[in-house]
């Protein structure tokens, strides 16, 4: 049985209301991978703005596995010291990871976030040596939109995380970057200019999902 972990930052964890991207990527791994599998994580909660708390369940359709390690406002940085308890409390075989936005708007720039995710990578393996990884580059965002520095340094942090895929790919455990989500828009894709709106989540499951498809042949191309 494959568990796969998704783990990233507000457009993963989703608020009160959303259905998720993790909830697309189940739905599509239901009706397209051969074999048994689990979505895990440590995390089950969605973000409630009204609170401003991360402990909402109201799931827009609560009945699927909602494991994950996400939360709003943690990039890399926070999770590169958590990695390693998750992957192996909860098994993971496959991690979906999509980080960045958060460490390059308020904590390290693409320097310091290209080094934090190298750290993920390798305490991910400390508990899993055979543990697979699916990165999304940062996907276009408002912010970059209206300020070239930042833009910039979304551009840099991109590469420097193929790079790092590049570098520390290895047969027993794979690391895939995925391309960025074709035809992404965030006047169309998002509600706010950052977060997925129902198509940006189908846009974001899909970029995993077409990755997963044509390096490792798992499923079958995402049907929009």
């Known amino acids: 049985m494959l568990r796969f972990m998704p783990v990233g930052d507000s457009q993963t964890i989703g608020s009160a209301g959303e259905h998720t991207w993790r909830y697309r990527m189940w739905q599509h791994l239901r009706t397209t991978y051969g074999g048994p599998f689990r979505i895990v994580g440590p995390r089950e909660t969605l973000y409630d703005k009204a609170t401003d708390t991360p402990d909402s369940y109201e799931y827009a359709d609560p009945d699927f596995p909602r494991g994950h390690l996400a939360g709003w406002g943690e990039g890399w940085f926070h999770l590169a010291p958590q990695i390693a308890e998750a992957v192996r409390t909860q098994r993971a075989d496959v ?74 790919d290895e047969p027993r ?52």
């Open 95 to 168: 991690l979906l990871v999509s980080l960045g936005l958060i460490d390059l708007g308020f904590y390290t720039d693409a320097d310091g976030t290209a080094a934090n995710a190298r750290a993920f990578i390798s305490e991910a393996r400390s508990a899993n040596p055979r543990v697979a990884m699916v990165l999304l580059p940062v996907i276009p965002n408002v912010r970059a939109h209206t300020d070239a520095p930042f833009a910039a340094e979304v551009a840099r942090f991109n590469e420097l995380l193929a790079k790092a895929a590049a570098d520390l």
């Open 173 to 224: 455990s794979p690391l895939l970057l995925t391309s960025p989500p074709p035809s992404y828009d965030v006047h169309l894709d998002t509600y706010d200019g950052t977060h997925p709106n129902a198509s940006g989540e189908h846009k974001l499951a899909a970029a995993f999902a077409d990755a997963m498809h044509q390096a490792w042949d798992l499923g079958e191309p995402y049907a929009h």
